[in-house]
């Protein structure tokens, strides 16, 4: 079966420093992944996803397959960054998406 | 940019009561899902629907769940019985094939007391 693990629920940096999100996934097929924000339990926004390997508000990841993880960084917080972040792995058998726990990230002046 | 409509925000019902989440998807879209949030844990998936029935669905959504397309444009979730433990943000999404225009929409905040 497939899961997500977001190792941390809180993240807290200050404004300009470097920023990494940790996920890691388990699945046999061959992944897609993609990170969510969530900013004040409004919709969940699509961010990026690992096919497409573009920069969305300065943030990038990258699937790497032998340490089966897609972590998330972006070099300089800002404070506008400060929300829920979910990493979510996509199984195209049932087109669902599965998601992590989540890390909130905390970006203080 | 076209949007995932959900009616209403927030709902509150007592407990033993039929709730029905209303999600308009995008029009052009044809796999619909929701999605169940449980307050401070993770999102999960709940049921997929494609050509009028449920491609999958998971152990949470039991016989007290179910879903429709009555009328070609909405797409509903109704809880027959609702119990306390079925507070949550219910999100409806929509895409147009697997993961291709993948949307979410707002969610619908249900409260059972």
């Known amino acids: 079966a497939q899961r997500v693990t977001q190792p941390e629920k809180l993240l807290s940096v200050f404004k300009g420093a470097p920023v990494e999100l940790k996920c890691n996934y388990s699945?046999?097929?061959?992944?897609?992944l993609f990170w969510y924000v969530q900013y004040s339990r409004q919709r969940l926004q699509l961010l990026l996803r690992?096919?497409s390997r573009e920069s969305i508000k300065g943030f990038t990841a990258d699937l790497n397959k032998g340490e089966t993880s897609f972590h998330l960084k972006k070099p300089f917080a800002q404070e506008e960054d400060s929300a829920m972040y979910y990493c979510?792995?996509?199984?195209?058998?049932?087109?669902?998406?599965?998601f992590g726990t989540g890390t909130r990230l905390q970006v203080t002046l | 940019e076209p949007e995932v409509t959900q009616t209403p925000s927030h709902q509150v019902t007592q407990m033993g009561q039929e709730v029905i989440l209303r999600c308009v998807p995008i029009?052009?879209?044809?796999?619909f899902y929701w999605y169940r949030q449980i307050l401070g844990q993770k999102v999960e998936f709940l049921v997929s629907?494609?050509?009028?029935?449920?491609?999958?669905k998971s152990e949470i959504f039991d016989d007290q769940f179910s879903v429709e397309r009555p009328d070609g444009s909405n797409f509903t979730l109704k809880i027959r019985s609702t119990k306390l433990e079925d507070s949550a943000m219910y999100f409806c999404?929509?895409?147009?094939?697997?993961?291709?225009?993948?949307?979410f929409g707002s969610g619908t905040r249900l409260t059972v007391v």
């Open positions: 699945y046999s097929g061959s992944p897609e």
């Open positions: 029009s052009n879209h044809l796999y």
């Open positions: 629907f494609y050509n009028n029935e449920i491609s999958e």
């Open positions: 999404a929509s895409s147009v094939e697997g993961i291709r225009g993948y949307t």
């Open positions: 690992h096919i």
């Open positions: 979510a792995l996509f199984t195209g058998t049932a087109s669902k998406l599965t």
